[in-house]
Every structure is written in C-alpha cells, then in structure tokens.
C-alpha cells in the first residue's frame, strides 16, 4: 500500500543518524520486497526477524517514548501486512492491533477534525505532503483492521463513526505535493462521495463494506426479527448496504472503471472486493432465510446476486492473468475463493451452470499462480481444492 513518500524517504537517509528513520522501517519494507523477489527471497525471513527485533527494541528503550513514531506506526502496518501474507496469522493480528494503537495515540483518527481539543502528540504537519503521508498511515492501519477482523470473525478496534480523517488523494498528487480535496469516508459512502474517491481511497472504501458486513452478521438485538423479510431490522440493513454496493459501482470515478483502469492493480483489487463483498452479503441472507424458514423470491434473488458477483470476479481475473503476481493485492486470493464457493455450490443445485466447472478450474489455476508470490494464496488455494474433494468434483 503507498503510503510512504519515496523522495522524502530517500532524502531523509541523508540526515544525521539520530534524525533518520529508524532501522525497523528500512528492514520492514526490505522484508516486503524480498517476498516479491525471486532473486531475494531466500532473505525474507532474516529481514522480518531483524524488523520485529529492532521494533520491540524501540518499545523497550527508556519510558517508551522512542517508539511513538508515524515511522514506528508505518513499520507495525508493514509488519503486519507480511505476517498477513505468510499466514503467521496470529501474530499479523497482534500487530495489526499494534499499528492500531499506535496510530490512535498519534492522533492520526482526527486528522481532519475542527476544532478538536484533544491533547496533540505530534507537531503540526510541515506541508500537505506531510499531512497527507499521516493521512495514508492511518488508513493503513485501518485497512489491516478491517481484514483482520473480516477474515477471523474477532471485534474490530477502530469505531468508524470516531474517524474526522479524510481519505488518501491520489498517487500524483501525493508524489507531486499538489494539495488535492478528499472525502471523509462516511461522504464516501453515498454517490456524491464515491465519485470523488482515488484508487487508494477505494482500497479503503471497499474494506469498509467488509467491516459492514461483519458488523451486520454479528449485530443482535430484539427487534432484529430475521423471520419478518418486510419489517425484521436484519432485512432492512440487508437491503441498506446492498443499496451501497450498487451505488458504489454505478458513482465510481471514470478513472476507477473497469477495463479503463485495468493497469492499476488498486482498481482490480477494489471491484474484486465489491464483488465478493456483495457475496458475503447475500450468502449471509440465504442462510438467514433458511434457518427462519423465509420463502419468496429472497432466496432467488440472492442466488441470482451471488453468481454474477462471482462471475465478475472471474472474468476481472481473466482480464489480468497476463499481469505479474507481484503487483497483486496479496487479499485477491480471497476473492477468488469466494467466487469458486459460489460455483462450486450452484453446481449442487438442480440446475447448475455448465460453466461452473470450467470456472473452478480457472481459479484454481490463477491461485496456483498468484500463490507463487502471495503465500496466503496458497492457503485459500488448498482449501479450495478441499472443498472441490469434498463436494465430489
């Protein structure tokens, strides 16, 4: 995720040792190359190890105050996203929390807030650039919190409704320093604000709608009524966020449009989630409408939603098989797993698509590929093929 300025990074190197950024960072993002590289990746490991020892170093040295850093927060998101991408699973999540707290102390939630009286641990931003590399630091973290929390079914740390952090300009605009207006993520949200967003913003919009999803699923209460599909407060959240997905698709911006903006991995990767996003939803309505004996046409519609969504992640995937796994989105493997789930369960309907199998087949080949950079894609992969045993395949 771009979230670093690269020249002032660059130039910073330059600076006295005690005013460079600390070797945790130089060492995490060596580690986040060396699982790209071919060449270099024998040296992952020894780079991780030699982050996350510098790091807790940091942590450990006087009262604490030396690691209450923005390059301390950089390093626990990178920390975190390569433990993600290796299935250290339990420790990504720790880290994951890491980064959290260090950016809630810093202050980087409220970035944007007026006239906030809170006590400020950081110095004012020197310029926009500097603002906004705050901006992408936060949002960082808030991304890895999101899929944490999506991926393992445990609570959130970040309340979405505290965030007065606008999203991340685009990439030109952060590179060149050229001030550029963003919408706040809860403007994100309905047209106005989703035509407006960068592909980095989109990133961000998109695993919101998967922290949506999971709050949805886990919300109780007694009016929920997941029995009445007209009045049951389940229902009417269902149909509130399918709206959302809908509307994301039809505001987004020209340049985040498919196939125009099929040469940005960020583009791909936000109408996957949208996709699979919307799967989680619908396959959440009919499980719902199964266990509370809800007939109609929710159940069709649903099975109708998910099969396209799945079909779309397909066909995005074929768009971009020619592209170097490198440059993928290490979570794109979660996508596609979703998109064969949905095949793999139409064709043990009475009426299966006679492209099922043909589909399965291509995902799985794309998986096997995508794996050879992305060792988390290797583990939806597996479990695919399990589930392909399984259903007799």
């Given at each position: 995720?771009?979230?670093?300025?690269?020249?002032?990074?660059?130039?910073?190197?330059?600076?006295?040792?005690?005013?460079?950024?600390?070797?945790?960072?130089?060492?995490?993002?060596?580690?986040?190359?060396?699982?790209?590289?071919?060449?270099?990746?024998?040296?992952?490991?020894?780079?991780?190890?030699?982050?996350?020892?510098?790091?807790?170093?940091?942590?450990?040295?006087?009262?604490?105050?030396?690691?209450?850093?923005?390059?301390?927060?950089?390093?626990?998101?990178?920390?975190?996203?390569?433990?993600?991408?290796?299935?250290?699973?339990?420790?990504?999540?720790?880290?994951?929390?890491?980064?959290?707290?260090?950016?809630?102390?810093?202050?980087?939630?409220?970035?944007?807030?007026?006239?906030?009286?809170?006590?400020?641990?950081?110095?004012?931003?020197?310029?926009?650039?500097?603002?906004?590399?705050?901006?992408?630091?936060?949002?960082?973290?808030?991304?890895?919190?999101?899929?944490?929390?999506?991926?393992?079914?445990?609570?959130?740390?970040?309340?979405?409704?505290?965030?007065?952090?606008?999203?991340?300009?685009?990439?030109?605009?952060?590179?060149?320093?050229?001030?550029?207006?963003?919408?706040?993520?809860?403007?994100?949200?309905?047209?106005?604000?989703?035509?407006?967003?960068?592909?980095?913003?989109?990133?961000?919009?998109?695993?919101?709608?998967?922290?949506?999803?999971?709050?949805?699923?886990?919300?109780?209460?007694?009016n929920e009524n997941p029995d009445d599909p007209s009045n049951g407060e389940f229902w009417k959240r269902h149909r509130k966020m399918d709206n959302v997905l809908s509307n994301t698709f039809m505001f987004l911006p020209d340049q985040l449009r498919?196939?125009?903006?099929?040469?940005?991995?960020?583009?791909?990767?936000?109408?996957?989630?949208?996709?699979?996003?919307?799967?989680?939803?619908?396959?959440?309505?009919?499980?719902?409408?199964?266990?509370?004996?809800?007939?109609?046409?929710?159940?069709?519609?649903?099975?109708?939603?998910?099969?396209?969504?799945?079909?779309?992640?397909?066909?995005?995937?074929?768009?971009?098989?020619?592209?170097?796994?490198?440059?993928?989105?290490?979570?794109?493997?979660?996508?596609?797993?979703?998109?064969?789930?949905?095949?793999?369960?139409?064709?043990?309907?009475?009426?299966?698509?006679?492209?099922?199998?043909?589909?399965?087949?291509?995902?799985?080949?794309?998986?096997?590929?995508?794996?050879?950079?992305?060792?988390?894609?290797?583990?939806?992969?597996?479990?695919?093929?399990?589930?392909?045993?399984?259903?007799?395949?």
């Amino acid at each position: 995720m771009p979230v670093i300025h690269k020249y002032r990074y660059y130039a910073s190197l330059d600076r006295a040792p005690q005013a460079r950024p600390p070797i945790c960072l130089r060492y995490a993002m060596w580690a986040m190359a060396c699982s790209l590289s071919d060449k270099y990746m024998c040296l992952e490991d020894l780079m991780y190890q030699r982050a996350r020892h510098y790091i807790q170093a940091a942590e450990m040295k006087g009262h604490g105050e030396a690691f209450v850093t923005i390059y301390h927060a950089q390093t626990w998101s990178l920390i975190s996203f390569f433990e993600a991408k290796k299935t250290y699973f339990s420790r990504s999540w720790m880290s994951t929390g890491r980064a959290v707290r260090m950016v809630q102390m810093l202050g980087l939630y409220r970035l944007d807030a007026v006239g906030s009286e809170v006590k400020q641990i950081l110095s004012s931003p020197r310029d926009w650039i500097d603002l906004e590399e705050r901006r992408r630091t936060f949002w960082s973290a808030f991304y890895g919190d999101r899929w944490a929390s999506s991926g393992t079914g445990w609570p959130m740390l970040i309340n979405e409704f505290e965030i007065r952090t606008n999203l991340p300009a685009s990439e030109d605009a952060f590179e060149l320093g050229v001030m550029e207006k963003t919408p706040s993520l809860s403007e994100a949200l309905t047209p106005e604000g989703a035509s407006n967003i960068s592909p980095f913003g989109g990133v961000i919009l998109s695993a919101t709608l998967y922290g949506h999803n999971f709050e949805h699923l886990h919300r109780t209460g007694p009016n929920e009524n997941p029995d009445d599909p007209s009045n049951g407060e389940f229902w009417k959240r269902h149909r509130k966020m399918d709206n959302v997905l809908s509307n994301t698709f039809m505001f987004l911006p020209d340049q985040l449009r498919l196939p125009a903006g099929l040469r940005d991995m960020n583009v791909v990767f936000i109408h996957m989630n949208i996709h699979a996003s919307s799967i989680c939803l619908h396959q959440a309505a009919i499980v719902t409408a199964g266990k509370h004996n809800v007939t109609g046409s929710i159940v069709r519609q649903s099975q109708a939603r998910c099969l396209m969504a799945a079909e779309e992640i397909t066909n995005i995937m074929r768009l971009t098989c020619h592209v170097d796994a490198s440059s993928m989105n290490s979570w794109v493997g979660f996508c596609l797993y979703v998109a064969a789930g949905v095949f793999l369960k139409d064709q043990k309907s009475d009426k299966p698509n006679p492209q099922n199998i043909v589909n399965i087949e291509f995902l799985l080949a794309a998986m096997s590929a995508i794996g050879l950079k992305h060792s988390i894609t290797r583990h939806f992969s597996a479990q695919l093929e399990l589930d392909v045993e399984a259903a007799g395949l």
